[in-house]
């Protein structure tokens, strides 16, 4: 059988042009030989820049570190500044100046902090809602009445200076305050305001803790009229209680019974 050849013309190209491909890789070898346009803002930082910012940050925080003089005001001062005095609360002498402090001062800080809001700074309190602690009974008598009153706290009207307050609640302090700071604010509760009691040692507030151990309830009126005005702490007058004025009256000294 004799079959008709195709001429070469009319072929149809299969698969892949040779030539073709070898335009279109010099074309892209002639594109990748061209630089790519630089953006503004994203140009890497020289190598030698970096080393000579870090060499700076480095030799900056030396000299600082060096010749600040600690930051402090007198640090450029040529002679050194002021000659350095210790501070009076470092060490055990500051300790033992701290203890210094009478316990009237120490129960005035007690009193600005705990006490002051409610019977306000002059002792006087707020009329109709808490009574005043300057000229009261209840402050200037007998030094149990009001230990009972801070440490257990007091509750329902009461009659001050012939003045009936409200039903305001005193809070208990005998898990707040330790003995020493109610043996201080009722120092100074006593002896401040023109008041003129004796004072208060923690010795005799640990007494009565103990005693009233078993009491959890707040005081009435009631509760504190049964007791004598002129009924001391245990353990009667503390050692160092103030000395008596000329023409004053004595108060009572040795140990006393404490009221059944």
Same mark, same amino acid.
């Given at each position: ?75 450029? !001062?040529? +002679? ?9 609360? $470092?060490? #055990?002498?500051?300790?033992? %100046?701290? /203890? ?83 043996? !201080?604010? +009722? ?9 003129? $009691?004796? #004072?208060?040692?923690?010795? %005799?507030? /640990? ?54």
């Amino acid at each position: 059988m004799n079959e008709k050849v195709p001429s070469p013309a009319s072929r149809v190209r299969q698969g892949m042009d040779y030539g073709e491909q070898e335009e279109v890789q010099q074309v892209h070898a002639a594109i990748q030989r061209e630089k790519g346009e630089p953006r503004v803002g994203a140009e890497p930082l020289s190598i030698w820049l970096i080393a000579v910012y870090g060499l700076a940050v480095f030799f900056g925080g030396a000299y600082l570190g060096r010749y600040s003089g600690n930051f402090s005001g007198d640090g450029l !001062d040529p +002679l050194g500044g002021a000659p350095r005095v210790a501070k009076k609360g $470092a060490g #055990p002498q500051g300790e033992q %100046q701290q /203890a210094e402090l009478t316990p009237h001062d120490r129960g005035k800080k007690i009193f600005a902090a705990n006490c002051q809001t409610c019977h306000q700074a002059n002792g006087l309190g707020v009329p109709g809602q808490y009574p005043p602690l300057a000229g009261s009974e209840f402050t200037t008598g007998g030094s149990r009445r009001p230990a009972m009153i801070v440490l257990k706290g007091l509750q329902g009207p009461v009659t001050v200076k012939g003045q009936k307050f409200g039903t305001a609640v005193m809070q208990p302090w005998d898990k707040t305050l330790p003995d020493q700071k109610i043996a !201080d604010v +009722l120092t100074y509760e006593r002896t401040d305001w023109g008041n003129s $009691a004796s #004072p208060v040692t923690a010795e %005799q507030i /640990a007494a009565l803790r103990k005693e009233l151990a078993s009491h959890p309830e707040s005081y009435t009126e009631h509760d504190l009229l049964t007791i004598p005005a002129n009924a001391e702490l245990p353990g009667g007058a503390p050692a160092d209680a103030a000395p008596q004025k000329p023409g004053e009256a004595a108060k009572p000294g040795g140990p006393q019974k404490p009221p059944g």
